[in-house]
């Protein structure tokens, strides 16, 4: 193997290029090295070449802490031990170790340091230095004695030199890259803040690092407390003591001067500045150098560093460095105050769920339940224990129910869905229940649902109670209007006609007064038929009539019966119609009663004035309208006017008559032919009613 | 003048409609319930029957009903009374076979109009 390279070596031609070749090897390898340890084994197997005798080839780095060389990597040595060490002195690469010069050694066999790696032939020792310092050896053996000269000499020192070279710009990158590590592993803390604890171990690791990069002697951060107004240190480093928990008002001492400036400050000399804070009064520094925390320009907190060495002073570059931890303090102390905010806020609906009446239950977007509250294991009877992880439906329904309960729960994936219906408990009874789903978004993102359970039996059997109580009251006013007609006929009857004997008996001094008892008779028989129309109609009982009818001679007949109402208060009647109005299907009686209760009505507020019936077709409606010129009313009145009872004021009854009844039953039949009644009014100058009913109403109301 | 028979159960308005009916010179018959005013009716010749409608025995529909079905009281004009005018009670009272219908208490001009029209149309 040796012999046909020592046959080449005169013809140095070949061996020239043959060595430009290996430094090239080498170049090439060591620019696509990533690290130190590619770096290395680039040098080795770059220059291996057994042509020119570079049989062996090692690259041992020195171990800074015990001295010792260590192989890095080889070639050309298949037995060579990894990571095998050279003790400090032992071996021919000392020296070159030692004085940081090349060594060569033309016949190994001579030398007792040498370390048998080969056994034989010749060395050549080439220091690997990184800026001015040596860090390890090239070594490089031949197997044959005296194998090498200047041409390797000048080859291998350039090889040594391109790797040094490598080697500082690969620690310079790794060293980047853990900073890099360093300041992201900083910044993932800092998001991840969840207590005020961690915040202080994050801002004490800010305040350690910006002392050490500062150079300075020690250093503080504080928070700025809205609620009182002050700062409260939290990170304190080497500043003579622990200033922990200290308090600065704004403008009290650096930190508190900046916190109300918002400009950073420098004191070249702390002993004679007249902003001292007398908290810090024990405190030996020299010059200080401080800054806000800010969040854009709102104030979270101030840093300050501190020098007690005299002869160290701030200056701007300073400042440009303690304004790289500024943010990071800041952003630090915000994300904290954030996490606690965001937790008491957690916290407090939490309560609120824990403490709510309402049975709230939430579910995974599987139907599954999360977590229930005390009012939901209390209305169902399932502790959070039993009902975590069961799908819900399946736990509180009924066969009857679950295909209900299970729509709702899909739709409430969706959007909010809300409902009556009946659930199961544990022990088997039911429940009935008002049901609230709403999905459950979190960023945008639909994460499950929350249902929302109000026991609603009581109220319900209430509302049946009640029902039951109002259809009794209806009942028990009709029958009782009917039992109270037959006397009241006859005391109407009887004076009626013995109005007349009297006056042909010739006593028409008694006229009057039995005229009195008539009128008396007559009003209390049009209040009771009001009542027991209303009490129909509340009861449901109210039917309709419906017929097809001419409305010319309807409203001919209306307005005669109307005459004398009008002619009572002196008041004028015009009707608007068309020549030829048709028909209409609607109940005659109850179209009649509204017409005769909407003038009725008009006549009894109006003196003097005017009273308009008008008529006219409005496509498949027929619009009726009685207007006036009387007191009119005020919006207030408006808004009670068709409740039962409710003329517009109690003193009105009094002054005008009439049962109080006219408008609530007028609105109730209009509604029962599917139609409707407005009003308008200005007080003082009269009101319309214009009531809107279809031509044709459906026969079944 | 006209030959009137009054069915009517209550005995005060029975009282005060028929004095109230011979002051203006009519011939007043009196039934107390459905089944005397039937009875009457095809016994005696009248020009007009007052009807009430919520009569013991038999009620003034099933009396009408009757009346119209017998030949001899077949053509009688019959006015149907009731106690109010509940929407229903007329096209019922029409149904059964009245000519015409009014409400108690008794207008005794409306009502008199009413006989005078169904006399005028039968004469």
């Known amino acids: 193997m040796t012999e046909p390279a020592r046959a080449e070596r005169p013809a140095l031609g070949g061996a020239v290029p043959r060595r430009q070749a290996a430094l090239l090897r080498l170049s090439t390898g060591i620019a696509a090295a990533h690290d130190e340890a590619a770096i290395y084994r680039s040098v080795v197997t770059g220059l291996h070449d057994e042509a020119l005798g570079y049989n062996f080839l090692g690259v041992f780095l020195l171990d800074e802490t015990t001295e010792d060389r260590v192989l890095q990597a080889s070639v050309g040595w298949p037995d060579a031990p990894a990571a095998m060490r050279v003790h400090r002195g032992e071996g021919l690469s000392a020296q070159a170790m030692q004085d940081g010069r090349l060594h060569y050694t033309p016949d190994v066999r001579r030398e007792s340091r040498y370390l048998a790696s080969l056994a034989s032939g010749s060395e050549v020792d080439v220091p690997l230095r990184v800026d001015g310092k040596t860090i390890g050896v090239l070594v490089v053996e031949s197997a044959e004695p005296n194998a090498f000269g200047e041409e390797d000499f000048e080859i291998l020192q350039a090889a040594a030199h391109q790797a040094g070279i490598a080697v500082a710009r690969a620690r310079l990158l790794a060293e980047e890259r853990r900073r890099a590590d360093e300041h992201k592993a900083l910044l993932d803390t800092m998001a991840d803040l969840s207590s005020e604890l961690e915040l202080s171990r994050v801002l004490q690791a800010v305040i350690e690092r910006a002392v050490a990069l500062l150079g300075v002697t020690g250093g503080e951060v504080a928070i700025y407390e809205e609620e009182t107004g002050e700062l409260v240190v939290v990170a304190s480093e080497r500043i003579g003591k622990d200033s922990t928990g200290t308090r600065l008002r704004l403008g009290e001492g650096a930190m508190g001067t900046v916190a109300q400036t918002l400009e950073p400050l420098i004191i070249p000399s702390y002993h004679e500045w007249l902003g001292q804070s007398a908290k810090y009064a024990d405190v030996v520094v020299h010059s200080v150098m401080a800054a806000p925390l800010l969040i854009g320009r709102r104030l979270v907190g101030a840093i300050a560093t501190v020098h007690s060495d005299p002869a160290r002073v701030f200056d701007q570059e300073d400042l440009r460095l303690l304004n790289l931890f500024a943010p990071q303090a800041a952003i630090a102390i915000e994300n904290a105050q954030l996490y606690t905010a965001a937790q008491r806020q957690r916290q407090y609906f939490g309560e609120l769920v824990r403490n709510s009446p309402v049975a709230i239950v939430t579910l995974n977007p599987q139907y599954r339940v999360v977590e229930c509250n005390p009012a939901f294991e209390r209305l169902f009877g399932y502790t959070q224990a039993e009902a975590v992880g069961r799908n819900l439906d399946e736990l509180i329904t009924t066969d009857a129910t679950r295909e209900e309960a299970e729509r709702y729960t899909r739709e409430a994936l969706g959007r909010a869905v809300q409902g009556i219906g009946r659930r199961r408990r544990k022990d088997g009874s039911l429940v009935d229940v008002e049901v609230l789903g709403v999905p459950v978004m979190v960023d945008g993102e639909r994460v499950g649902l929350m249902g929302l359970y109000h026991d609603i039996t009581e109220l319900l059997r209430a509302r049946r109670d009640a029902e039951a109580a109002n259809s009794a009251k209806s009942q028990f006013l009709a029958s009782m209007s009917h039992e109270l007609r037959t006397p009241l006929n006859a005391i109407i009857g009887y004076s009626e006609m013995l109005q007349e004997e009297v006056a042909e008996l010739g006593q028409p001094q008694l006229i009057e007064d039995l005229a009195k008892i008539h009128t008396a008779g007559r009003h209390l028989l049009a209040l009771i038929n009001d009542i027991l129309d209303l009490s129909k109609i509340e009861a449901g009982k109210m039917q309709l009539y419906v017929e097809t009818f001419a409305i010319g001679p309807m409203l001919d007949d209306v307005v005669t019966t109307a005459r004398p109402l009008v002619a009572k208060r002196a008041n004028r009647l015009d009707v608007e119609r068309p020549a030829d109005p048709g028909t209409m299907d609607a109940d005659l009686t109850k179209v009649r009663q509204i017409l005769l209760n909407l003038l009725s009505n008009a006549c009894k507020f109006t003196e003097h004035g005017t009273i308009t019936l008008s008529l006219e077709r409005d496509g498949a409606h027929i619009v009726f309208t009685v207007c006036d010129t009387g007191i009119g009313m005020t919006a207030e009145q408006m808004d009670r006017l068709f409740e039962a009872f409710a003329q517009a004021e109690a003193s009105t009854t009094a002054k005008y008559g009439g049962t109080g009844l006219g408008l609530a039953i007028t609105k109730r039949f209009t509604n029962l032919m599917g139609g409707d009644v407005q009003v308008e009014s200005t007080p003082g100058q009269g009101c319309c009613f214009t009531v809107r009913l279809p031509a044709r109403v459906s026969p079944v109301a | ?123």
């Open chain 2, 1 to 123: 003048m006209a030959r009137i028979l009054l069915v009517e159960d209550n005995e005060m308005n029975r009282d005060m409609l028929s004095r109230r009916l011979q002051r203006k010179g009519h011939d007043v018959t009196l039934a107390v319930d459905g089944r005397e005013g039937v009875a009457m009716a095809r016994a005696g010749a009248y020009d007009i029957i007052l009807m009430d409608m919520s009569l013991p025995e038999i009620d003034g529909w099933a009396a009408t009903r009757l009346l119209r079905g017998a030949p001899e009281t077949q053509q009688v004009p019959i006015i149907a009374l009731t106690a109010h005018a509940m929407a229903g009670d007329r096209e019922k009272a029409l149904e059964a076979g009245c000519d015409d219908y009014d409400t108690k208490p008794i207008e005794l001009p409306r009502l008199l109009a009413k006989i005078d029209t169904l006399l005028a149309r039968d004469a």
